[in-house]
């Protein structure tokens, strides 16, 4: 027994059967004795909804009007789930952000949660409530509503598991836990059992299809444990949380990460001196273009060949700035490709077991695949390669790291 919060994302609360679904889901929690904070999203499709209606009425709409509306959404799924819970019999309370009073800053469409009063949550509990709580939105100083930014009802049940001190926080969405790397590359990835909130934020670009990214930083950073779970499904999922120091066998590499949306730039022939790094990137920064990976290369003429990622969709924008520090600094050239991808192998493991780099690269190697450009973090090695060999990549690096799934019986399902 103990304090639970379920979040359950718009898929689960998408009609009224599944909020019957999810109805029965917490009675039952509850009659195990557990006490249970509930937070929803709005139905499927809602918070999608209500923007095209903003869109229609105005182009760029306050911030301010914005909140009110794409709060809504959830705000009905409140009302609904309570009542689903109260037709099971089960005492039920729903709350809008602003009554719970999670205070936000005031930076509409994408504020921050600054604090959770959660006195009023404790009497609600205490008296035997389940407490349906609307995700995604707090309330300002002033009392203006706030939303907290697309997806941000995971960091909602966080932060109230962070400020109830939950025992977990469950995140009930439409995948039954997090993969070694995209089932759909790789046939035979395998659902983690547990991963660590650091190895989790490193294969954001998994993840962040599962969970709010923002969310994972927020529960590492309080350490509340979090657990991805299929809403409809029965399974343990997959617990995030931190490293475990009494685990013997903490697996070397936790899974295979990839990113299509990189893009490479390269200054040829620079002139090679000191704060010749600070003149190319300087520029980029004040363009406000995110950089990735950076290689620096020096040849023996006195120059040096400088390449760096950025999103793809800022592979234009950059070129052109580069164009301009090119001429600038007398390089030669600038070359931008945009058929480039990122594959990462991630693992605390590393930390503690040698030979992980050049067991990718010999992995790469044995299915020929070209490496462009490594990079590499305490428990992370990324290389950019050609986007064309993505899948071979990950398929390759996948089963010569050992993640795959026991080969299914033949004639079970
Ligand atoms: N309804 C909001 C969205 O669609 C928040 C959430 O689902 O977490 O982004
Ligand atoms: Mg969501």
Same mark, same amino acid.
């Given at each position: 027994?103990?304090?639970?919060?379920?979040?359950?994302?718009?898929?689960?609360?998408?009609?009224?059967?599944?909020?019957?679904?999810?109805?029965? =889901?917490?009675?039952?929690?509850?009659? !195990?004795?557990?006490?249970?904070?509930?937070?929803?999203?709005?139905?499927?499709?809602?918070?999608?909804?209500?923007?095209? #209606?903003?869109?229609?009425?105005?182009?760029?709409?306050?911030?301010?009007?914005?909140?009110?509306?794409?709060?809504?959404?959830?705000?009905?799924?409140?009302?609904? #789930?309570?009542?689903?819970?109260?037709?099971?019999?089960?005492?039920?309370?729903?709350?809008?952000?602003?009554?719970?009073?999670?205070?936000?800053?005031?930076?509409?469409?994408?504020?921050?949660?600054?604090?959770?009063?959660?006195?009023?949550?404790?009497?609600?509990?205490?008296?035997?409530?389940?407490?349906? %709580?609307?995700?995604?939105?707090?309330?300002?100083?002033?009392?203006?509503?706030?939303?907290?930014?697309?997806?941000?009802?995971?960091?909602?049940?966080?932060?109230?598991?962070?400020?109830?001190?939950?025992?977990?926080?469950?995140? $009930?969405?439409?995948? /039954?836990?997090? $993969?070694?790397? /995209?089932?759909?590359?790789?046939?035979?990835?395998?659902?983690?059992?547990?991963?660590?909130?650091?190895?989790?934020?490193?294969?954001?670009?998994?993840?962040? =299809?599962?969970?709010?990214?923002?969310?994972?930083?927020?529960?590492?950073? $309080?350490? %509340?444990?979090?657990?991805?779970?299929?809403?409809? !499904?029965?399974?343990?999922?997959?617990?995030?949380? #931190?490293?475990?120091?009494?685990?013997?066998?903490?697996?070397?590499?936790?899974?295979?990460?990839?990113?299509?949306?990189?893009?490479?730039?390269?200054?040829?022939?620079?002139? /090679?001196?000191?704060?010749?790094? $600070? =003149?190319?990137?300087?520029?980029?920064?004040?363009?406000?273009?995110?950089?990735? %990976?950076?290689?620096?290369?020096?040849?023996?003429?006195?120059?040096?060949?400088?390449?760096?990622?950025?999103?793809?969709?800022?592979?234009?924008?950059?070129?052109?700035?580069?164009?301009?520090?090119?001429?600038?600094?007398?390089?030669? !050239?600038?070359?931008?490709?945009?058929?480039?991808?990122?594959?990462?192998?991630?693992?605390?493991?590393?930390?503690?077991?040698?030979?992980?780099?050049?067991?990718?690269?010999?992995?790469?190697?044995?299915?020929?695949?070209?490496?462009?450009?490594?990079?590499?973090?305490?428990?992370?090695?990324?290389?950019?390669?050609?986007?064309?060999?993505?899948?071979?990549? %990950?398929?390759?690096?996948?089963?010569?790291?050992?993640?795959?799934?026991?080969?299914?019986?033949?004639?079970?399902?």
């Amino acid at each position: 027994m103990g304090l639970i919060v379920q979040k359950f994302g718009g898929t689960s609360v998408g009609s009224i059967q599944r909020i019957g679904q999810v109805a029965d =889901k917490v009675a039952r929690f509850r009659a !195990e004795g557990h006490d249970v904070v509930v937070v929803v999203s709005a139905m499927s499709g809602e918070t999608n909804r209500l923007i095209a #209606l903003a869109e229609e009425v105005q182009e760029r709409p306050e911030p301010r009007e914005m909140d009110v509306l794409i709060s809504t959404g959830e705000q009905v799924t409140t009302a609904l #789930l309570s009542m689903a819970l109260h037709k099971r019999g089960v005492k039920a309370k729903s709350y809008t952000g602003s009554q719970v009073r999670i205070l936000t800053d005031d930076s509409h469409t994408k504020a921050r949660i600054r604090e959770i009063d959660n006195e009023r949550l404790h009497a609600g509990l205490e008296a035997g409530f389940v407490l349906v %709580v609307a995700g995604f939105q707090g309330v300002d100083e002033h009392g203006n509503i706030t939303t907290l930014g697309r997806g941000g009802s995971d960091t909602t049940a966080v932060a109230l598991a962070a400020a109830l001190k939950a025992d977990e926080c469950q995140i $009930y969405t439409d995948v /039954d836990g997090v $993969y070694t790397t /995209d089932p759909r590359v790789v046939d035979g990835a395998r659902r983690l059992d547990r991963i660590t909130f650091e190895e989790m934020l490193e294969m954001a670009s998994m993840g962040s =299809k599962v969970l709010q990214i923002r969310a994972v930083e927020f529960a590492g950073k $309080y350490q %509340v444990p979090l657990r991805v779970l299929h809403s409809f !499904e029965e399974g343990p999922g997959t617990l995030i949380t #931190l490293e475990d120091a009494n685990q013997m066998e903490t697996p070397t590499i936790a899974g295979i990460a990839f990113n299509r949306d990189e893009a490479k730039l390269t200054i040829l022939g620079v002139p /090679d001196m000191p704060g010749v790094a $600070y =003149k190319i990137l300087g520029p980029i920064g004040e363009a406000n273009i995110e950089v990735d %990976v950076i290689v620096q290369n020096s040849a023996d003429d006195n120059t040096t060949d400088f390449s760096f990622t950025v999103s793809r969709s800022d592979l234009a924008r950059a070129k052109e700035v580069l164009q301009g520090v090119a001429n600038e600094i007398k390089a030669r !050239e600038v070359r931008g490709d945009s058929k480039i991808a990122k594959v990462s192998v991630v693992g605390v493991g590393m930390r503690s077991h040698a030979g992980v780099a050049s067991q990718m690269f010999g992995a790469l190697a044995e299915v020929g695949i070209n490496i462009q450009m490594i990079t590499t973090s305490e428990i992370k090695i990324s290389v950019i390669i050609e986007e064309k060999f993505l899948e071979l990549a %990950v398929r390759s690096l996948h089963s010569s790291f050992g993640l795959e799934r026991e080969p299914k019986e033949e004639g079970t399902a």
